[in-house]
């Protein structure tokens, strides 16, 4: 079943916006007394009946509500390199969601091709993406920050840093986490971090992993990081 989004609610009752009610009623014909899914955002599916069908504010009126079943136990927070092509780091948003992460912080390191965000863009393959793979909770994306204010903040969570430098002492990153444990994982860009920002990293308690014997892109070690702790968890 298509799954819509909203966060009017209120009792019994929820409100569309003008995007999702015209998708509802003008893409997919909906009609009023029709059956409909839909999640909060925050973790929850209603189950609802169209009452009122304005394409600009559709409402609906909920009939049943349920908590996401196998829901991860752990929080998964990336905070990655923008990349100068754009779609190279859209694709990385679409799959994580899928995979499954909560937070994602535009990481503004040395060697950063590219400082700024579409974040409007970026939220709305988000919440595509959680549509899309049947999920009732929706990650946040952050402003983007820069390395050393990011690496300066207090995180209550175990923290890694995916690098290529051999030159530090790295554990394969499967290694570096324990099951159900809450992540903060720092992904560079093209060229890596830089000597300096590992060993500031290091300094602040994060620890320095590997990805395997490759060398991958930006979003591709991105993508194989949400994966390692996906499997490592099942």
């Not at 304005?54 to 829901?71: N, S, V």
């Not at 923290?159 to 986490?177: G, P, Q």
């Not at 720092?186 to 590992?198: H, I, M, N, Y």
Request: net charge negative.
């Amino acid at each position: 079943m298509q799954l819509f989004y909203t966060t009017d609610i209120s009792g019994t009752a929820a409100t569309f916006s003008r995007e999702e009610s015209g998708h509802c009623l003008r893409v997919l014909r909906m009609r009023k007394g029709d059956s409909l899914l839909f999640t909060d955002g925050k973790g929850t599916f209603f189950e609802g009946v169209i009452a009122g069908d304005d394409p600009k504010a559709m409402q609906a009126t909920i009939t049943g509500e349920r908590k996401e079943e196998g829901k991860r136990q752990y929080n998964l927070h990336m905070a990655i390199s923008p990349l100068k092509n754009e779609d190279r780091l859209e694709w990385f948003i679409e799959k994580a969601v899928e995979i499954g992460i909560d937070e994602i912080t535009p990481l503004i390191c040395s060697r950063s091709e590219k400082k700024r965000i579409r974040k409007e863009r970026l939220e709305s393959i988000i919440l595509s993406a959680m549509k899309q793979s049947v999920k009732a909770s929706l990650p946040v994306l952050n402003e983007p920050v820069m390395f050393s204010d990011m690496v300066k903040r207090e995180f209550r969570c175990r923290k890694l840093i995916a690098t290529c430098d051999r030159e530090f002492e790295r554990k394969a990153i499967t290694d570096a986490f324990a099951p159900a444990e809450d992540l903060l994982i720092l992904a560079g860009p093209e060229g890596d971090f830089t000597s300096e920002e590992v060993i500031s990293a290091m300094e602040a308690g994060f620890v320095p992993v590997h990805l395997g014997p490759g060398r991958l892109r930006t979003e591709t070690a991105g993508v194989a990081a949400c994966c390692s702790v996906y499997l490592a968890n099942i």
